[in-house]
């Protein structure tokens, strides 16, 4: 019997036997049997990682898993979503103004103690220095936020009964290797619950693509030198392809007959032809002629509310740094306010949004009548939000692109109807 056939089949035990009341203590017991019989099982694999027998059993002696973590399979538990703020909160609440001008604050401060170092790494890797610290600044506060979780075991629950196993089971292996290697110590490898360490939060395939010794001491130091994390972060930036010299986005007015079914990522045109159809940069800002000939699409976070962008290659460096389009806005915002740029010219519009669930319905609608064609995942993104303005196109109603109950309510009568 395979191990994650034995892991699955204890894990089913589990819940059987918790609904039915029986043993409360032969439950647990069943699975961390499992779980520990999981954990033996890659020790071959750690082996060829070049893994230690003394690291594998030190690290993983007396581990058990860690089943508070979200993102897990677990039979007989209603499973929430993780609640990133990415993914729950509104425009208003994730660029959160106050927080923005808290860290655009002490980003011009970091700005000044690390100008060194930060101008280094752009004549390095590219990649602007205030960009990076608003990384920083998003991932842990500036090295503020303590992270409670310990890695080893995070990545050994994921790996074990996460939803994405697979990956993670290559991250735990990483993450031996790396304390096998004498990078960090067992006790120092604290993490996120997805199991993201350092300054600015990598995960140990992160590490092992991207971590640098920038201090010169000879150590990949993500955790305790400021250099290093920062210069780690910047080459990750250039390794997804940043492009020298070029902005995150620009902030535009657009006209208010523009079709917002057409802001979405595979739609895209040089930012002079934006122009041409009524786009106006905002704060009366004046673009270059490399800016006006890099080919961008246009993004309408609310649908016709809010601020708009233009958003050229770089917007979707910071995007494969993290998929979600408010972590971006976030980042790219504060980079602007930490080099003293104003706010957005044109303020947030919605104070609230559909739930996950409805937005899901929306999803699954839009999917059966032809319109919508990615994940159903409850998330009103650049996709979800076109394909609601063809819906909206195609039966004649507001043409806004976001999703409200009003909205939701016409595709269910539409199909009562059919």
């Avoid at 893994?51 to 039979?75: H, N, Q, W, Y």
């Avoid at 010169?216 to 130091?221: Q, V």
């Avoid at 460096?317 to 389009?325: G, P």
């Amino acid at each position: 019997m395979t191990a994650g056939l034995t892991a699955r089949r204890a894990l089913l035990l589990c819940g059987l036997m918790l609904a039915l009341g029986v043993g409360a203590l032969a439950a647990p017991a069943a699975a961390q049997s499992s779980f520990e019989q999981f954990i033996q099982s890659l020790w071959p694999e750690a082996q060829k990682l070049g893994v230690s027998r003394k690291t594998f059993d030190a690290a993983t002696r007396g581990l058990a898993p860690d089943t508070s973590l979200p993102d897990l399979e677990i039979p007989g538990r209603v499973e929430k979503p993780p609640a990133q703020p990415e993914f729950v909160q509104t425009p208003v609440e994730y660029v959160s103004e106050n927080v923005i001008a808290r860290f655009a604050l002490q980003g011009r401060q970091y700005a000044s103690k690390y100008r060194d170092v930060l101008q280094a790494i752009e004549q390095r890797f590219g990649a602007p220095g205030n960009v990076i610290l608003a990384i920083w600044a998003r991932e842990t506060s500036y090295g503020g936020a303590k992270l409670g979780h310990d890695a080893v075991r995070v990545l050994a629950t994921q790996a074990w009964t996460g939803r994405r196993k697979a990956q993670f089971r290559q991250e735990f292996l990483l993450a031996l290797r790396m304390l096998d290697e004498g990078h960090v110590a067992r006790a120092d490898m604290k993490s996120s619950w997805a199991g993201a360490m350092g300054h600015t939060q990598f995960l140990p395939s992160d590490f092992y693509k991207n971590a640098v010794d920038f201090d010169g001491d000879g150590k990949r130091d993500i955790w305790n030198s400021i250099p290093d994390a920062l210069a780690s972060a910047g080459k990750q930036l250039a390794d997804k392809g940043w492009l020298r010299g070029s902005r995150w986005a620009h902030e535009v007015r657009v006209p208010a007959d523009i079709d917002c079914s057409k802001a979405e990522p595979g739609f895209k045109l040089p930012v002079g032809e934006w122009l041409k159809y009524g786009v106006v940069p905002a704060h009366g800002r004046k673009l270059t002629l490399i800016e006006l000939a890099e080919e961008a699409s246009l993004l309408m976070p609310e649908g016709a509310y809010g601020p708009a962008f233009l958003t050229p290659k770089n917007y979707f460096v910071l995007k494969d740094y993290n998929f979600s389009d408010l972590y971006v806005l976030f980042v790219g915002h504060l980079s602007d306010r930490i080099g003293g740029a104003p706010r957005f010219e044109t303020p947030w519009g919605k104070d609230k949004q559909l739930r996950t669930a409805e937005v899901e319905e929306m999803q699954r609608i839009l999917t059966a009548r032809g319109f919508y064609s990615d994940k159903i995942d409850g998330k009103a993104g650049m996709l979800t939000r076109a394909a609601l303005g063809e819906y909206q196109k195609a039966n004649k109603i507001r043409l806004d692109c976001w999703p409200t109950a009003a909205v939701l309510d016409h595709m269910r009568g539409r199909a009562a109807r059919n």
